[in-house]
């Protein structure tokens, strides 16, 4: 049933691939993918499967023949083999990881199999995680373990039935093979077992995508693997803006410093879009770096996310945030933080002076309409709109966080009813 799918990969011609076939960790300069092979497991066996995720990509399960349509899942989304007309690779990026400038970083534990046409003709790429070493695993093993893969699995399938923009997961696949992990981070390591996620998305590239370009940082002193290569930043820029913002390269044609600008105000719309979403039901990413933010406004990388039980502003999820970095109510701060850091990636092809003002005169806006909209429907306030509203729902959240009020609970009430 999985030789259905319809592999068109655009990527891989549009943009540069590494020559080298070295597949061990090293520098990749001059390129964005790296052409890689998933490391086979033992015994990969089906954990779990979203019907309504592989229906994008045209797949329907042969209710017949189930079990055997697990066992071909299970065999081919593990990376034991591969399937006809997917080219694996490895995406090259870089990131501002808390902050700072942390060079080269690419995809160490993912691979893109390829971009599949669903059955209307979208485009969707698909990516294995936890498939085995790549030229960016660095000191990792390019595993992930049956714990963090049902994890990523379940948040994906469940923010995009919230309503949430996020990439989506396929299927869920374990094995017998094992690695040693820290699960409590308390120096006693255990073996776990090796799990597969795929995950789909229009894409997968990032703000970090465009980051491998940027000249010596003055506080890390970490520079890109393509610094200098403006070549290949036009090439990116459109190819990214073409395939994803097609309206946007018809009508910007003939000028392309129009053409970016525009493009970095509707990705700086759909970026506060998004985060408006996250606060408006308590979802905590844990690890807001440049690297992970999508150029098409995604939710991406599920890490250490949480969802807030009771009502904290300062809430953080991620253990390792120890100056609280990534706390709940910093979230929309950092996420115009790293639109920053993209207007920089994309100096000269967009001058500084013009994604600046973008982003000072979109961002804010965009954020507090978005988020209000979504506040008044949960609070029922659909009649009318009254600019009281917005100290109403500050006040709630106060009298929340001073009471232990339950965050989903209430506005699950909340949204029961509705107001005149």
């Known amino acids: 049933w999985l030789g259905a799918l319809r592999f068109d990969n655009l990527a891989l011609r549009s943009l ?4 080298s076939e070295d597949g061990g960790p090293r520098a990749v300069p001059g390129a964005c993918f790296s052409r890689v092979r998933p490391s086979p497991l033992q015994n990969p066996r089906l954990v779990a499967m979203s019907l309504p995720a592989l229906a ?3 797949l329907e399960a042969p209710a017949a023949e189930l079990e055997a349509a697990e066992a071909e899942a299970a065999l081919y989304f593990s990376g034991n083999r591969l399937l006809a007309g997917s080219e694996p690779a490895a995406h090259c990026y870089c990131g501002h990881q808390f ?4 060079g080269q970083l690419g995809d160490g534990a993912a691979m893109y199999l390829g971009e599949v046409l669903g059955p209307r003709g979208e485009r969707w790429e698909i990516q294995l995680k936890g498939a085995g070493l790549t030229p960016f695993s660095r000191q990792a093993d390019g595993r992930k373990v049956l714990r963090s893969s049902i994890r990523e699995f379940l948040c ?3 923010m995009f039935h919230l309503g949430i923009p996020t990439t989506r997961a396929g299927t869920c696949v374990t094995s017998d093979s094992k690695v040693v992990r820290d699960i409590f981070y308390d120096g006693n390591p255990k073996s776990e077992r090796c799990t597969v996620v795929l995950r789909i998305a229009s894409t997968f590239l990032r703000f970090g995508s465009f980051e491998i370009f940027k000249p010596t940082d003055e506080y890390t002193g970490r520079k890109g693997p393509s610094v200098n290569r ?3 930043r036009i090439q990116m820029l459109d190819y990214v803006i073409s395939t994803f913002y097609p309206e946007i390269q018809e009508a910007y044609s003939d000028n392309s410093i129009q053409r970016n600008a525009a493009f970095f105000k509707e990705i700086t719309k759909r970026t506060a879009r998004l985060v408006a979403e996250w606060q ?3 979802f905590c990413h844990g690890v807001l770096n440049t690297d992970n933010m999508s150029i098409v406004g995604l939710t991406i990388d599920y890490g250490p996310f949480g969802f807030m039980d009771r009502y904290d502003p300062e809430h953080i999820c991620n253990g390792s945030d120890n100056t609280g970095r990534y706390a709940y109510n910093k979230q929309p701060e950092i996420c115009k933080w790293n639109l920053g850091k993209l207007a920089e990636a994309l100096v000269p092809e967009l001058p500084l002076e013009i994604s600046e003002l973008i982003l000072e005169e979109e961002y804010d806006a965009e954020f507090e309409k978005h ?3 979504k506040m008044r429907k949960k609070l029922g306030l659909i009649q009318l709109e009254l600019e009281e509203d917005s100290k109403l729902v500050s006040e709630l959240l106060e009298t929340m966080h001073l009471t232990g009020g339950d965050f989903t609970n209430i506005f699950y009430l909340l949204s029961s009813f509705s107001v005149d």
């Open 16 to 19: 540069p691939v590494d020559a």
């Open 230 to 232: 403006n070549d290949i």
């Open 280 to 282: 408006c039901v308590g």
């Open 371 to 373: 988020y209000l909209q």
């Open 156 to 158: 994906s399938e469940a």
């Open 99 to 102: 902050g700072s400038f942390a």
């Open 56 to 58: 994008l990509l045209g």
